[in-house]
T-cell receptor, first 112, second 115 residues
Framework: AQSVTQLDSQVPVFEEAPVELRCNYSSSVSVYLFWYVQYPNQGLQLLLKYLSGSTLVKGINGFEAEFNKSQTSFHLRKPSVHISDTAEYFCAVSDGGQNFVFGPGTRLSVLP | GAGVSQTPSNKVTEKGKYVELRCDPISGHTALYWYRQSLGQGPEFLIYFQGTGAADDSGLPNDRFFAVRPEGSVSTLKIQRTERGDSAVYLC?????????????FGQGTRLTVV
């Protein structure tokens, strides 16, 4: 069985500061990892995904994530956040199908 | 359409009633998924379709839940004898085909409230 842990339910950060949203997973098989963002009153949008190859993955809106197999982590980072980055962020794992297992989400609040 | 469309956006129903939630996927997408998102939690997989057939319905919580996609496009999630615990946002997504190399596009969801 697969599971995803997002330890931080809420992360407040000032505008232009760096941010890291943590994600850890557990799985008995090879995994594919994803980060989705959910803006208020909108659907989920794919930020980035790791399928294979380079462990550093770059996504949209200046976000990137690094796959660390030994630590079973896939933390999301951005060097300088904007007010518009305020949203809920979900980490997800898949074993190859599209039935993702999502984490509980981290609410990022960017303060002026 | 330009994206995945879900109707209604909000639905309030009384306990014990029957409800139908509709999903219009992106045109040409063969794979369609349903997820349920309860308050404060991440989306939880319910079922996915490849074409007209349910490829995996292991996430449906019980036999009160059923989904169809008769023509391989629009899908309807049906809930019988609704309970207060069914209150959640029901999300639909579609992708061009089934597999990890294709992106799943999500709709805005239907917020179901059972009173």
């Amino acid at each position: 069985a697969q599971s995803v842990t997002q330890l931080d339910s809420q992360v407040p950060v000032f505008e232009e500061a760096p941010v890291e949203l943590r994600c850890n997973y557990s799985s008995s098989v090879s995994v594919y990892l994803f980060w989705y963002v959910q803006y208020p009153n909108q659907g989920l949008q794919l930020l980035l995904k790791y399928l294979s190859g380079s462990t550093l993955v770059k996504g949209i809106n200046g976000f990137e994530a690094e796959f660390n197999k030994s630590q079973t982590s896939f933390h999301l980072r951005k060097p300088s956040v904007h007010i518009s980055d305020t949203a809920e962020y979900f980490c997800a794992v898949s074993d190859g199908g599209q039935n993702f297992v999502f984490g509980p989400g981290t609410r990022l609040s960017v303060l002026p | 359409g330009a994206g995945v469309s879900q109707t209604p956006s909000n639905k309030v129903t009384e306990k014990g009633k029957y409800v139908e939630l509709r999903c219009d996927p992106i045109s040409g997408h063969t794979a369609l998924y349903w997820y349920r998102q309860s308050l404060g939690q991440g989306p939880e997989f319910l079922i996915y379709f490849q074409g007209t057939g349910a490829a995996d319905d292991s996430g449906l919580p019980n036999d009160r839940f059923f989904a169809v996609r008769p023509e391989g496009s629009v899908s309807t999630l049906k809930i019988q004898r609704t309970e207060r615990g069914d209150s959640a946002v029901y999300l639909c997504a579609s992708s061009e085909y089934l597999g990890e190399n294709t992106e799943a596009f999500f709709g805005q969801g239907t917020r179901l409230t059972v009173v």
